[in-house]
């Protein structure tokens, strides 16, 4: 059936119809005049042209996995700390701050790590803090803050090892000679600990109030059972 021919009898049965449909017509599907269904046209193969594949390069690929991160103080007094290759996705300013506190000899909690002289949230990922500016080499601003006095680290001077250290003495049952420094609940009540532990759990959560929360509650806890 050509397209007019289905017209003429399209019109047609439209003239024995009313102008209107009343509100409660039912049209039966079975009084249909029986036709062949139409089907559209196939699409030449492919139909559709395939989406270019982005451009990888071995320099993008090395420039997102590794990342060399200089950390700059902001004052001359202290020292400026490099380190190189390091995957900003897994690195956070937590870390930083850490490896600055342990390579310059401050306390943690006496740093604040700064991007383009702003603070930078503890649990902020690097990749996050950069952005579109991740590149080879990235720069850190480093904030001490008043009170954190450097304490040098001094190597022993050196001398003949003991009898004792040779395990040599007091037979064979019995051990080195004891540790040095803090130990048990000696270095529980430091407040180095708990900036420690609160470190460690903001790491985790990467969250800095559930932290500092966490933190609370462990030492009030802490501090209940002396």
């Known amino acids: 059936m050509s397209e007019l021919t289905f017209c003429k009898s399209f ?31 196939r699409l030449p193969h492919p139909p559709h042209p395939r989406a270019p594949r982005p451009k990888t390069t071995t320099s993008t690929s090395n420039a997102s996995n590794t990342l060399t991160i200089t950390l700059k103080p902001m004052k001359p007094s202290h ?15 937590y870390d930083l701050k850490t490896h600055y506190a342990t390579h310059a000899s401050l306390s943690a909690a006496k740093i604040k790590i700064l991007y383009k002289k702003k603070p930078v949230t503890d649990s902020k990922i690097v990749a996050e803090v950069v952005g579109q500016d991740l590149g080879g080499e ?20 050196a001398a003949a090892p003991s009898e004792a250290e040779k395990g040599l003495a007091g037979g064979h049952g019995e051990g080195g000679p004891a540790a040095q420094g803090p130990s048990g609940k000696d270095v529980v009540a430091t407040e180095e600990f708990w900036e420690d532990l609160k470190g460690f759990i903001l790491q985790r959560t990467r969250d800095e109030a559930e932290a500092e929360r966490l933190g ?10 002396k």
């Open 79 to 93: 020292p400026t700390s490099s380190l190189p290759a390091l995957d900003p996705t897994k690195t956070s300013i």
């Open 138 to 157: 990235v720069e850190f601003g480093v904030m001490v803050m008043a009170g954190a006095a450097a304490t040098p680290v001094t190597s022993p001077p």
């Open 11 to 41: 019109l047609t049965a439209l003239d024995s119809r009313p102008i209107k449909l009343s509100s409660d017509h039912i049209a039966d599907a079975r009084q249909y005049p029986a036709q062949g269904a139409y089907t559209l046209p």
């Open 216 to 225: 609370g509650i462990f030492r009030s806890a802490w501090e209940s059972s």
